[in-house]
T-cell receptor
Framework: GNSVTQMEGPVTLSEEAFLTINCTYT??????LFWYVQYPGEGLQLLLK?????DKGSNKGFEATYRKETTSFHLEKGSVQVSDSAVYFCALSNKGSARQLTFGSGTQLTVLP | NAGVTQTPKFRILKIGQSMTLQCTQDMNHNYMYWYRQDPGMGLKLIYY???????DKGEVPNGYNVSRSTTEDFPLRLELAAPSQTSVYFC??????????????FGDGTRLSIL
């Protein structure tokens, strides 16, 4: 079956630091890969996505590249801000599965001024 | 610009009580989902629906029921509340189309405590 493994948190960084959150997956076929972000007291919001190998998703300064050879989709940002403090979830969905998402356990990020 | 709306936002139940968590979406999405989120864990799929009149079990369906009589609404029913059902519940919806990578859109969640 499908599974997603995320870097354990919590992660605490100073403002303007470089961020990497690791994500690896196990899936049949060629899944679509997603990063969702959850701000306190809110639902999940799509941050970025990639649908095929070597695709790079990007949004709000965040990037992630779909690496099929290493089954990875690591999230990166060059310079984090206090407003990036949130929980980040890596997820995948397979074709023909009613787009069911399999989530990682989430990584709590705190950015200090 | 409502998107996915969940009610109530918070609820406390006694063991053995029942309740319905409401979810409605105004994006004309065919696919709808219910997840639960436990502390320090990712989201687990409870039930999903690919259209009105069609529902199916997800990873953790025990203790829950759903119905989908309209495209817009997808209520989740707890019949006999148990402490293990204390969690945050999220409803989501997605466009059906053929293009891969269609994201799910989430509501703000219902925080449920069973005491």
């Amino acid at each position: 079956g499908n599974s997603v493994t995320q870097m354990e948190g919590p992660v605490t960084l100073s403002e303007e630091a470089f961020l990497t959150i690791n994500c690896t997956y196990t899936a049949t076929g060629y899944p679509s890969l997603f990063w969702y972000v959850q701000y306190p007291g809110e639902g999940l919001q799509l941050l970025l996505k990639a649908t095929k190998a070597d695709d790079k998703g990007s949004n709000k300064g965040f990037e992630a590249t779909y690496r099929k050879e290493t089954t990875s989709f690591h999230l990166e940002k060059g310079s984090v801000q206090v407003s990036d403090s949130a929980v980040y979830f890596c997820a995948l969905s397979n074709k023909g599965s009613a787009r069911q998402l399999t989530f990682g356990s989430g990584t709590q990020l705190t950015v200090l001024p | 610009n409502a998107g996915v709306t969940q009610t109530p936002k918070f609820r406390i139940l006694k063991i053995g009580q029942s309740m319905t968590l409401q979810c409605t979406q105004d994006m004309n999405h065919n696919y709808m989902y219910w997840y639960r989120q436990d502390p320090g864990m990712g989201l687990k799929l409870i039930y999903y629906s690919v259209g009105a009149g069609i529902t199916d079990k997800g990873e953790v369906p025990n203790g829950y029921n759903v119905s989908r009589s309209t495209t817009e609404d997808f209520p989740l029913r707890l019949e006999l509340a148990a402490p293990s059902q204390t969690s945050v519940y999220f409803c989501a919806s997605s466009y059906r189309g053929d293009r891969e990578g269609q994201p799910q859109h989430f509501g703000d969640g219902t925080r449920l405590s069973i005491l």
